[in-house]
């Protein structure tokens, strides 16, 4: 998009302002996106009324927000509409349908003559809010959703009113811009306050709070990540398709990524992400993003089989690799043949390990790669409550890629031999062992088969783990619903027994005894629980030394209406539950857009009356982790997410995220429909994961990281995991005799791995012969005694076998570069400025000087580049 907007519009085109006018809520993150792209302001509309009333009150509608805790000069300025949404004040909106004010008529002449009517009309709005704000400039929004379908009628009386102002001795209207609007403001130097926080949840009023589509339509938060997770790693592949020549075809190699890319970004729409739009859009989204996935895979094979190739093959080597994109649902046609073979690329610029789970048949295996054989598990897992069509296993094939090296692939070869697998550690429950996992990282069960207790960092934590369920308010009367924007359960109460409403009857027992099934192997320890029919969930800990968390991989649906109280309208929303024994915190902590954390301070719950809302008020958007601390008792508990999801910790010691939901009514906020996802003729079932972490709460931690470390650590590794390829190795031209005199096991994009602190947050191919790269340094100021630190790295020969010949540093979008005065540490190198002409529609800063190649980061800091390669 930067590239299309430069070279069309050149460097006046670029944005210069964040305008934001029908998400429902704002996050800290996305306004130091803003700055850092060198934004000059942000304007919104949707804020909670409690907190707009109390900014008007303090005649603080403009201010300036600090966006980072950790960036220095984050501040940006902020701009609140004046009135209630970005609709045009009542009786100043002219359109066919959707408004249809009285017509300006400014002939004095004419009986029906209102100008001075409409003017003094006006003028009273002006009166009325130009109080809430620092300057003599204020602006109004003339406009909303559908409008200006008669655009022409819309601007003869806007025309008409403007004129009517000229000669007022009190104000000028006129038609103008947020640009020009934030120039006059800021010519004033109006002394504005600072604000810390963000906008979250918000909130129409003390009943109306828009937290329920943190959760809503999880399947396809989940497919979003996958998306982003696929679009990273192939752009990656790209750029070393590119640097090394492998193709002459890279420009259908970008053609295939572009699609992704434009699907990710329709994706983050405010009615796609949220999961706030009608049924068959859902699964419009669902049918482009598929789409775009196979369009990026197809080139893949060719360029991971050319990246391995030995150096005295001369021909192409184009794999027959694609993704299983239903391992989730035990589906993958190609990992039950005889003969396959298993290419890992990991996205990251260090070692990975990484546990690769494949449907598999109840058989022995040959699992070759480059570090000889491999050790494996078979596995039985959870099995998808679907009717397929596809066939379906019932165990997994589970093997470590063990170190996969930065931005690097490994290939394993894969054989089914004829005997079955005995796992001697496997079955139904038994009382005798409910310990499982290593002496380092391990859980073990109470007597109901319930999670009982966590070791990990050196600590052992009592943590019960339970389901439950919010009934969801039905919205009758004067009520409000529970719908895709609402989360809003019946009575403001707390959570009840998932058992609570089954078979079309209320049930009042607490029975939490639930049957279970242990898999105990080399490399994994895992139980798999059955609460209900409707609740399946395994919690698993893998024995590798770097694996320092708890897997929960649960599986919720489908919600049918036998578990739902459909006589009365009552939707059912389940959350996992986790009670941390003898930890109190009074405030906990949830990251904003996977980055900076935010302290929440939880309202007075519970409440003693019914005029506020006490659940819903206290839930935030969880994008990547939420966290728990006692400083007295030295304790930290995170668990971590695989997707967006509703939190919070409404008790000390208690950490609650939502899972799954579906309601049988609309709540009237836009998607005129309730939320009930079917999928293949049923409602909808849900597969996602949950990390647990806990250790100390201080910058010292165990191992030489602190837990936090850790916590940033895992929530990179699982937000840009190994990419998995699988590929038939059934004919001979496959065959590992064959085709392991043609290809290396493994491969390498970088000379060396980047510290565990530093991420390339984006690789891929950018103008000609360049490229675009990012460095984000991942941990924040304080969280580690080591990690938080300033870092430099040297990225001079970073690229294998190739050197950095030209950089130049640009504003984070990458569609401007960052001035000398702008930069602290612009790493230089002999320059040729021409290139980077191409680069850009307008000229670049002349004169790069030459100085070293290297790149400092301060906690939490994001740098871009623009780069070219040589031998």
């Not at 775009?292 to 030995?310: C, F, Q, V």
């Not at 679907?386 to 997994?396: D, F, K, L, P, Q």
């Not at 319930?450 to 050196?458: A, C, F, G, I």
């Not at 000398?820 to 190198?829: F, G, N």
Request: charged share 25%; proline share 3%.
């Amino acid at each position: 998009m930067t590239l299309v907007l430069n070279d069309t519009l050149g460097k006046c085109g670029r944005p210069r302002i964040g305008w934001q006018i029908d998400p429902f809520g704002h996050s800290r993150e996305q306004a130091s996106i803003f700055k850092q792209m060198g934004y000059d302001a942000f304007f919104f509309v949707r804020l909670s009324k409690s907190v707009k009333d109390q900014l008007i009150l303090d005649s603080s509608l403009e201010f300036l927000w600090k966006s980072s805790a950790e960036l220095d000069n984050s501040e940006i300025f902020t701009s609140i509409f004046s009135t209630d949404s970005y609709f045009a004040p009542s009786g100043f909106c002219w359109d066919y349908l959707q408004c249809n004010s009285d017509a300006i008529n400014d002939d004095p002449e004419s009986f029906d003559y209102n100008l001075e009517k409409k003017v003094e009309e006006f003028s009273e709005f002006i009166s009325n809010y130009s109080k809430y704000y620092r300057t003599n400039n204020i602006l109004f929004g003339m406009g909303g959703d559908f409008q200006y379908q008669s655009a022409e009628r819309n601007y003869m009386n806007l025309d008409k009113l403007i004129k009517g102002f000229q000669n007022n001795n009190d104000y000028n209207v006129f038609y103008s811009t947020p640009s020009c609007y934030y120039e006059a403001v800021m010519s004033n130097k109006p002394n504005l306050s600072t604000f810390t926080d963000d906008f979250f949840p918000y909130a129409e009023n003390d009943h109306a709070f828009w937290s329920g589509y943190y959760t809503s339509r999880s399947t396809s938060k989940r497919f979003e990540r996958t998306g982003n997770n696929i679009l990273q790693g192939a752009q990656h592949l790209n750029a070393f398709s590119k640097m090394r020549n492998l193709s002459n075809d890279t420009a259908s190699y970008e053609n295939n990524v572009r699609m992704l890319r434009e699907v990710m970004g329709i994706m983050q729409h405010h009615d796609a992400i949220t999961g706030t739009e009608k049924q068959h859009v859902f699964e419009d989204y669902t049918r482009m993003l598929t789409k775009a996935i196979k369009e990026t895979e197809k080139p893949l094979g060719n360029i991971i089989g050319n990246l391995l190739k030995r150096d005295n093959v001369t021909e192409d080597v184009t794999l027959p690799l694609l993704f299983c994109l239903l391992t989730n649902t035990s589906i993958c046609d190609i990992s039950l043949k005889d003969k396959y073979m298993v290419t890992v690329y990991n996205p990251l610029p260090r070692n990975v390990t990484y546990y690769v789970r494949l449907p598999a048949e109840n058989s022995t295996y040959n699992i070759t790669g480059p570090d000889g054989q491999e050790i494996y598990d078979i596995v039985t897992h959870m099995i998808y409550p679907v009717n397929y069509s596809a066939r379906v296993s019932e165990v997994e094939l589970v093997f470590a890629a063990k170190n996969v090296p930065p931005l690097g692939i490994k290939y394993y070869y894969v054989e089914k031999l004829t005997q079955s697998y005995e796992n001697n550690y496997a079955g139904e429950e038994r009382d005798d062992n409910k310990v499982f996992g290593t002496n380092t990282v391990g859980f073990t069960l109470d007597d109901n088969n319930l999670l009982e207790s966590v070791t990990m960092n050196s600590k052992t934590v009592k943590i019960n783990q339970r389901f439950m369920i919010y009934v969801s308010n039905n919205g009758t009367g004067d009520s409000i619903a529970s719908g895709a924007y609402l989360f809003r359960p019946i009575n403001g109460s707390d959570a009840y027994n998932i058992n609570y409403f089954e078979n079309g009857q209320v049930n009042q027992t607490t029975d939490d005894k639930v049957s279970v099934t242990y898999n105990r192997g080399n490399l994994v320890d895992e139980v798999i629980q059955v609460f209900n029919k409707w609740l399946t969930q395994s919690i698993r800990v893998y024995k590798g030394e770097d694996n320092g968390f708890i897997e929960f991989d649960w599986l919720v649906g489908p919600l049918d209406n036998d578990t739902i109280d459909t006589e009365y309208n009552h939707g059912k929303e389940v959350i996992s539950r986790f009670y941390v024994n003898d930890l109190d915190n009074d405030v906990f902590y949830t990251d904003s857009n996977g980055r900076e954390l935010i302290e929440r301070k939880r309202t007075d719950y519970p409440y003693n009356n019914d005029s506020f809302e006490p659940v819903t008020s206290n839930y935030y958007p969880v994008t990547s982790k939420i966290v728990i601390k006692d400083e007295s008792k030295n304790l930290q508990v995170a668990v971590l997410t695989d997707r967006s999801q509703g939190g919070s910790s409404l008790w000390g010691g208690e950490i609650e995220l939502m899972i799954h939901r579906r309601t049988l009514r609309d709540d009237y906020k836009g998607v005129d429909e309730p939320l009930q996802e079917t999928e293949f003729g049923k409602y909808l079932t849900v597969r996602g994961q949950h990390y647990l972490v806990l250790g100390s709460t201080g910058a010292n931690g165990t191992n030489g990281k602190s837990s936090s470390a850790q916590e940033r650590e895992l929530a990179l590794k699982k937000l840009l995991q190994p990419l998995i390829f699988v590929g038939d190795a059934s004919s001979n031209q496959w065959d590992w005799d064959n085709l392991s005199k043609k290809i290396n096991l493994q491969w390498s994009g970088l000379k060396t791995a980047l510290p565990d602190n530093v991420n390339i947050l984006n690789l891929e191919p950018w103008k000609d012969d360049s490229y675009l790269l990012r460095l984000e340094h991942i941990v924040a100021k304080g969280e580690d005694a080591n990690h938080s630190k300033e870092v430099e790295v040297n990225i001079a020969d970073l690229f294998s076998p190739y050197s950095i010949s030209s950089i130049r540093e640009t504003k984070l979008a990458a569609n401007d570069w960052l001035s000398d005065t702008e930069s602290s540490d612009i790493p230089k190198r002999k320059t040729d400025s021409s290139i980077f002409s191409s680069l850009f529609f307008w000229e670049p800063q002349a004169n790069v000087n030459e100085i070293e190649a290297n790149i400092s980061l301060s906690p939490m800091q994001i740098r871009s580049f623009i780069i070219q390669l040589s031998k």
